[in-house]
């Protein structure tokens, strides 16, 4: 059923792939409105000392291809202080960011509609920049990502402050849970060339009918099994996410680490805890630098488009969902990168990752080789 509009995704983002920031569409009720769009076709290669990654019976290789974002987006800018932007993800057929931005002046901004809730670094960054192919285990098990709510934020010239409420996704059948989001940022050293990031969060939110579930897949996004999973609660009242994160940037390297923890509220069995976290390094080969806005790292353009930029990266990160008799498992990996920004609109990727994790006492001890092809404009 997805195929018609992803075929047609595909087809508007190679028309318009010249165009390195989007396509300027003109004026439309006082706001300069352009059209952007990515690109993600993603290939994955497993070897398990177990069963298949997706679950069936084989020799434990197995691999997956297909588009992993086809996202479509109009973006508006006024002059009176009002943007906003209307995304869609036809790969996944789900709602992307929804909402309008009011300027407030000094530093104050209202914002309202769909967007990614304030808990998270490596979650707040864009996808189209990711370090490496699939996030961190932490971010994919315990971020939140996008939710309809309202927020305000204040950003001073080395500190920032975010705080949310919200409810539901905008996607028919998606996530719901009203609650409330916090983080707070700041940056110690903030010259050219140098960034010394330190942030703190906090989100707490309602569950979906009383049910709650945990699980992560094995540094593949499309991979159809989860190493590591808690299975279903019935009796989940709460949930409450604390992260701390980190970056450090010096020309062309960039050091990142985040530790992020959840509780869940039981309302019969024993309240559940579940932490993670990880530590990254990138280096930019060609030299280029980082840039730094609204407490979030920044890729930067290859200098010599013709050449390219080259990044080589290396991830360590864990996660744990083992607590009070729940056999969520855990799960270690170790991946390395590389990384080709050509132009102004292609970026190819290329991980490996080692994967050591147990759950319930049974080990398995994957390898993942990931390529992604990428077109942005």
Do not use: C
């Amino acid at each position: 059923m997805k195929s018609t509009p992803s075929l047609l995704a595909v087809a508007l983002l190679i028309a318009a792939a010249p165009a390195a920031h989007g396509f300027e569409l003109g004026e439309f009720a006082g706001s300069q409105v352009s059209f952007e769009g990515l690109l993600q076709s993603d290939h994955y290669w497993y070897d398990t000392d177990r069963a298949l990654l997706d679950g069936d019976p084989g020799d434990g290789h197995d691999s997956d291809h297909g588009i992993r974002r086809a996202e479509l987006v109009l973006k508006g800018k006024g002059s009176n202080g009002l943007d906003w932007v209307v995304g869609y993800d036809v790969e996944a057929e789900s709602w992307l960011d929804v909402n309008a931005g009011f300027d407030l002046g000094g530093g104050h901004q209202l914002r309202v509609g769909q967007f990614k809730q304030p808990s998270g670094l490596e979650e707040l960054s864009s996808a189209k920049n990711n370090d490496f192919i699939s996030k961190a285990a932490a971010t994919n098990a315990f971020a939140l990502s996008r939710r309809l709510g309202a927020s305000y934020g204040y950003a001073g010239n080395d500190w920032s402050v975010t705080a949310s409420a919200f409810g539901r996704h905008l996607t028919s059948g998606g996530a719901h849970g009203a609650g409330h989001a916090i983080r707070g940022t700041w940056a110690p050293i903030n010259t050219n060339g140098q960034v010394l990031h330190l942030g703190l969060s906090y989100l707490n939110h309602d569950t979906d009918a009383d049910q709650w579930r945990l699980r992560v897949r094995p540094q593949a996004d499309m991979a159809g099994d989860r190493l590591v999973d808690t299975g279903s609660f019935h009796d989940a009242d709460r949930v409450g996410t604390t992260g701390v994160e980190a970056f450090w940037t010096r020309g062309p390297l960039k050091l990142q680490g985040e530790y992020l923890q959840s509780r869940v509220d039981r309302m019969a069995g024993a309240d559940y805890q579940a932490d993670g976290g990880y530590l990254s390094a990138l280096y930019n080969l060609s030299g280029e630098g980082w840039s730094y806005r609204n407490g979030v790292p920044g890729t930067a353009s290859p200098a010599d488009p013709a050449r390219g930029m080259w990044q080589l990266g290396l991830r360590l990160d864990r996660v744990d969902l083992d607590d009070t008799g729940v056999d969520g498992g855990r799960m270690d990996a170790a991946t390395l990168g590389v990384n080709w920004y050509w132009r102004q609109n292609f970026k190819l990727a290329l991980n490996w990752s080692s994967i050591d994790s147990e759950r319930a006492g049974i080990p398995d001890d994957p390898s993942v080789v990931a390529v992604r092809a990428q077109m942005h404009w």
